[in-house]
């Protein structure tokens, strides 16, 4: 038998720069196509169930996702003090959707993702984060977030999520202080922005502290950071940056503003305010 017939079979993504690479061993691909957006690939895996795959970038797997949606979505939510209206960009596997919607008093959730065919398909091979696709407070809004949020009416959102892809391409535009600055005018007074942005270990700089100082020269009154693994993400942790319109961080992000009466699996009332504790080497001011 050839050395090859011996090794399975990995979707291999490498992070060039960092020269490190994350594999799964993968049993078949389902489906690819090249999107108007990007070319998508989902596979069956043997250990993580599928995965999707944007652009050759892993963007989720059915058994590890959850880390990364709880994250984006509870403690900011658990942090506002009335989270009525909320606005999606990106986020088109509508995971994030779906754990904004267990919060009872969300009034709607509008998800605004640039391609229609990752919703189409997460519906298809992720069935299980599209159970609130028909919840009446659910909203689809299929178009640039960029261009969305600079026609939203100013005052008019308690919480904008940012689940977009890598800050390259159609989601370049999501890690500038002019969308900052447009979001900031579409945010209720207590307005909240949670956005991805990328592992500690390798964008600590480069994206963390500079995101954090673009949001406060864009207008927001403070910034934190929240910190979670992500098995399938480079490094393997992965981070949010949270911006507050009016709060700050001290009052707003140690502990939930009401009961955790959800049902999670990674996020807990205790992790609400130890998400937030940083490294020494995340510490140190820019
Ligand atoms: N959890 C993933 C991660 O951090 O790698 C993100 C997953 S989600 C599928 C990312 C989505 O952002 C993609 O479906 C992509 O189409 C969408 N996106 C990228 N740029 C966008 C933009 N300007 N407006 C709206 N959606 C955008």
Excluded at 98 to 105: A, D, M, S
Excluded at 120 to 149: H, K, M, T, V
Excluded at 178 to 195: E, P, S
Excluded at 255 to 281: D, Q, W
Aim: glycine share 6%.
């Amino acid at each position: 038998m050839s050395k090859d017939a011996l090794e399975p079979s990995l979707f291999n993504e490498l992070f060039a720069a960092e020269g490190a690479s994350i594999g799964l061993q993968v049993k078949e691909l389902l489906h690819k196509e090249q999107s108007p957006y990007q070319n998508i690939e989902i596979y069956d895996t043997t250990h993580f169930g599928h995965l999707m795959v944007l652009d050759g970038c892993i963007m989720l797997t059915q058994r590890e996702n959850f880390i990364y949606h709880e994250m984006m979505s509870h403690p900011a939510l658990f942090s506002h003090p009335a989270p009525q209206k909320v606005v999606i960009i990106g986020g088109g596997d509508c995971g994030t959707l779906q754990e904004v919607l267990k919060h009872p008093e969300v009034e709607t959730a509008l998800q605004v993702e640039l391609d229609q065919r990752v919703t189409e398909l997460s519906e298809q091979y992720f069935p299980e984060l599209c159970q609130s696709n028909n919840d009446s407070r659910a909203g689809f809004y299929f178009g640039d977030g960029i261009q969305w949020i600079k026609d939203a009416k100013e005052h008019s959102v308690d919480i904008i999520i940012i689940d977009s892809t890598d800050p390259v391409g159609p989601a370049e535009g999501l890690f500038s202080t002019d969308f900052y600055r447009d979001c900031h005018r579409a945010l209720k007074t207590n307005g909240i922005l949670v956005q991805q942005s990328e592992s500690p270990l390798f964008h600590s700089d480069s994206i963390i502290k500079k995101m954090q100082n673009d949001l406060c020269g864009s207008g927001f009154n403070d910034t934190l950071v929240r910190t979670f693994p992500q098995p399938v993400y480079p490094s393997g942790w992965w981070s949010c940056t949270v911006g507050f319109k009016a709060g700050n961080k001290s009052t707003q992000a140690q502990n939930p503003l009401r009961p955790v009466n959800i049902e999670t699996r990674y996020y807990t009332e205790e992790l609400h305010g130890a998400s937030t504790k940083l490294p020494a080497f995340m510490l140190t001011k820019k």
